[in-house]
């Protein structure tokens, strides 16, 4: 291509190509947080003409139960994003010589839904199920329990081989001859793993982790699936406002989707930053 | 490899594959356990009351509108998104990090509250509860998957390609079909793929903006009567695995 042409698709072409992507983007999801934010503002119904307010949100801050619905779904989805990025690092590291069959085999939850990941831990993990009737009891409950182990279970088993896989495209031929090069000048095997592979893992797997951190911190299947009936997630909770009262619910069940959009965006700073500092 | 060795490795290889396959193996069976009461492990009678109850609750059409709907995002996803895709594959963007930010944003915000804030204007739009209204919520998640699957199929060398076709006199259409497809086949596997299952697993936007998905009729089966709901979740995890297998096939690689 001529240095002409190359300016003029520059400076003409990508736009509309670009646009044509951007615009839906930006007008549906646009006006999904505007009608989002709009919504939490509702006074509901009422007598007479009654102006935009603050009363969900003053709602929110008083109620003990959305405080725990905010610390425990915090508390599932670090947990489940932090065991998730463990053990991908771990199975990449481990899978990254292997051939295609292992590979296969690590992807095969990928295209799985969540809620049919959550349906099968109810099978095998709950009351009466297949584990219990195989080897008794188990010590702790894992579907509908308080602490949210269940939750956390199914997020690990759906999103570590995701991580894996992403991992897994890091880890290339390239890498390896940067490690290869890192061995001849003297580095053992700790030292490249410190110097070489895990400054180029951290940024994928800070965004990789952020993609999961974001699903998790507002997905409504899994909770509502495996997780218990109280405390609960910031998306159960603005679900149950709206079965509560079917009006004035609406108002509650925004704020609080909005409170879950605000963590989810500082999520996705804080790991920008980290993809940045990995990268320089 | 001495023999003890290559056994351990095919007794740890056999443990992955049963972990793996279990699980969908136990839905199927619960799908068609009629009766299957502690404590034992298998069930005892087999029957189709799970797939009857599932069809009579409504399976058939959450089954069709699933289909339709993760099909018609990823087709309008592809069409909208492939522009896009080629202009930042190709480098040619003066702010590609902009870009990717605004098409990511979607991706990191609750699907529900995307669904909860576009009921708004689709109750105003009369959009709520028609199956256009469903794929243009899902094209909100779904386009930013295609696009960033896309992106690594337009490289530099691909436009040389088509360029050097162009010059041997290939119609547009020709060098569609027989330069830029096939070149692209890994990527554009992958995007359709992508695309289709982000729309096919949603439950948080299709709850919000209505038309009951598989999801959404399967979900309140889960804890109240296991063989519906397994019965459903078959139903649910065939097209998936359909997908994978055709990924695999036709990139040779996973997803």
């Given at each position: 291509?001529?240095?002409?042409?190359?300016?003029?698709?520059?400076?003409?072409?990508?736009?509309?190509?670009?646009?044509?992507?951007?615009?839906?983007?930006?007008?549906?999801?646009?006006?999904?947080?505007?009608?989002?934010?709009?919504?939490?503002?509702?006074?509901?119904?009422?007598?007479?003409?009654?102006?935009?307010?603050?009363?969900?949100?003053?709602?929110?801050?008083?109620?003990?139960?959305?405080?725990?619905?905010?610390?425990?779904?915090?508390?599932?989805?670090?947990?489940?994003?932090?065991?998730?990025?463990?053990?991908?690092?771990?199975?990449?590291?481990?899978?990254?010589?292997?051939?295609?069959?292992?590979?296969?085999?690590?992807?095969?939850?990928?295209?799985?839904?969540?809620?049919?990941?959550?349906?099968?831990?109810?099978?095998?993990?709950?009351?009466?199920?297949?584990?219990?009737?195989?080897?008794?009891?188990?010590?702790?409950?894992?579907?509908?329990?308080?602490?949210?182990?269940?939750?956390?279970?199914?997020?690990?088993?759906?999103?570590?081989?995701?991580?894996?896989?992403?991992?897994?495209?890091?880890?290339?031929?390239?890498?390896?001859?940067?490690?290869?090069?890192?061995?001849?000048?003297?580095?053992?095997?700790?030292?490249?793993?410190?110097?070489?592979?895990?400054?180029?893992?951290?940024?994928?797997?800070?965004?990789?982790?952020?993609?999961?951190?974001?699903?998790?911190?507002?997905?409504?299947?899994?909770?509502?699936?495996?997780?218990?009936?109280?405390?609960?997630?910031?998306?159960?909770?603005?679900?149950?406002?709206?079965?509560?009262?079917?009006?004035?619910?609406?108002?509650?069940?925004?704020?609080?989707?909005?409170?879950?959009?605000?963590?989810?965006?500082?999520?996705?700073?804080?790991?920008?930053?980290?993809?940045?500092?990995?990268?320089? | 490899?001495?023999?003890?060795?290559?056994?351990?490795?095919?007794?740890?290889?056999?443990?992955?594959?049963?972990?793996?396959?279990?699980?969908?193996?136990?839905?199927?069976?619960?799908?068609?356990?009629?009766?299957?009461?502690?404590?034992?492990?298998?069930?005892?009678?087999?029957?189709?009351?799970?797939?009857?109850?599932?069809?009579?609750?409504?399976?058939?059409?959450?089954?069709?509108?699933?289909?339709?709907?993760?099909?018609?995002?990823?087709?309008?996803?592809?069409?909208?998104?492939?522009?896009?895709?080629?202009?930042?594959?190709?480098?040619?963007?003066?702010?590609?990090?902009?870009?990717?930010?605004?098409?990511?944003?979607?991706?990191?915000?609750?699907?529900?509250?995307?669904?909860?804030?576009?009921?708004?204007?689709?109750?105003?739009?009369?959009?709520?509860?028609?199956?256009?209204?469903?794929?243009?919520?899902?094209?909100?998640?779904?386009?930013?998957?295609?696009?960033?699957?896309?992106?690594?199929?337009?490289?530099?060398?691909?436009?040389?390609?088509?360029?050097?076709?162009?010059?041997?006199?290939?119609?547009?259409?020709?060098?569609l079909l027989l330069v830029t497809v096939p070149a692209l086949r890994p990527a554009l596997v992958t995007a359709v793929a992508l695309?289709?299952?982000?729309?096919?697993?949603?439950?948080?936007?299709?709850?919000?903006?209505?038309?009951?998905?598989?999801?959404?009729?399967?979900?309140?089966?889960?804890?109240?009567?296991?063989?519906?709901?397994?019965?459903?979740?078959?139903?649910?995890?065939?097209?998936?695995?359909?997908?994978?297998?055709?990924?695999?096939?036709?990139?040779?690689?996973?997803?």
């Amino acid at each position: 291509m001529t240095g002409r042409a190359r300016k003029r698709d520059r400076e003409a072409g990508p736009s509309l190509a670009v646009w044509l992507a951007l615009v839906p983007i930006v007008v549906l999801f646009g006006t999904a947080i505007a009608g989002a934010v709009r919504q939490s503002l509702d006074p509901g119904f009422g007598p007479g003409e009654r102006p935009l307010g603050l009363g969900a949100w003053r709602e929110l801050a008083r109620d003990p139960t959305f405080g725990d619905a905010l610390w425990f779904s915090l508390r599932t989805t670090l947990l489940a994003t932090a065991i998730s990025a463990v053990l991908a690092l771990a199975a990449s590291l481990a899978l990254r010589h292997r051939g295609a069959a292992p590979r296969l085999l690590v992807s095969l939850p990928l295209p799985v839904p969540h809620l049919i990941v959550a349906v099968g831990a109810v099978l095998w993990l709950g009351p009466g199920g297949l584990v219990e009737r195989a080897v008794g009891a188990l010590p702790v409950d894992l579907v509908g329990d308080r602490a949210g182990a269940g939750v956390v279970l199914v997020y690990v088993v759906k999103e570590a081989p995701f991580l894996t896989v992403l991992l897994l495209a890091v880890l290339g031929r390239r890498l390896r001859e940067r490690e290869e090069v890192a061995a001849t000048l003297g580095a053992g095997r700790w030292q490249r793993l410190r110097w070489v592979v895990l400054p180029a893992v951290a940024g994928p797997l800070a965004l990789g982790s952020l993609v999961v951190a974001a699903f998790a911190l507002g997905a409504l299947e899994v909770p509502l699936a495996v997780g218990p009936n109280a405390p609960q997630t910031l998306a159960g909770y603005a679900l149950q406002a709206t079965q509560l009262d079917a009006f004035g619910g609406q108002a509650t069940a925004a704020a609080s989707l909005l409170v879950a959009t605000a963590l989810s965006l500082l999520l996705g700073l804080a790991a920008l930053r980290l993809a940045r500092s990995a990268r320089a | 490899m001495p023999d003890g060795a290559r056994a351990l490795r095919r007794a740890r290889d056999t443990a992955v594959v049963a972990a793996v396959a279990l699980p969908l193996v136990t839905l199927v069976v619960q799908g068609v356990a009629d009766e299957w009461r502690g404590p034992s492990l298998l069930p005892q009678r087999l029957g189709t009351r799970g797939f009857a109850t599932a069809f009579d609750e409504g399976a058939g059409g959450a089954l069709a509108t699933s289909l339709a709907v993760a099909l018609a995002a990823t087709a309008l996803a592809l069409a909208l998104g492939w522009p896009a895709a080629r202009a930042l594959g190709e480098r040619r963007l003066r702010h590609p990090g902009l870009v990717l930010l605004v098409l990511g944003l979607p991706l990191l915000v609750p699907g529900y509250a995307t669904g909860v804030g576009l009921t708004e204007w689709f109750v105003r739009l009369g959009l709520i509860d028609t199956l256009g209204g469903l794929v243009l919520a899902h094209l909100v998640v779904v386009l930013p998957y295609v696009v960033l699957a896309l992106v690594g199929g337009f490289t530099p060398s691909l436009r040389q390609l088509e360029e050097q076709a162009r010059t041997l006199g290939l119609t547009p259409a020709r060098l569609l079909l027989l330069v830029t497809v096939p070149a692209l086949r890994p990527a554009l596997v992958t995007a359709v793929a992508l695309g289709f299952l982000v729309s096919w697993g949603q439950y948080g936007l299709s709850l919000a903006v209505g038309l009951p998905t598989l999801p959404v009729v399967l979900l309140p089966y889960v804890r109240v009567d296991p063989e519906v709901a397994a019965a459903l979740a078959t139903l649910a995890i065939v097209p998936p695995l359909l997908a994978l297998v055709a990924t695999a096939r036709l990139t040779r690689r996973p997803l």
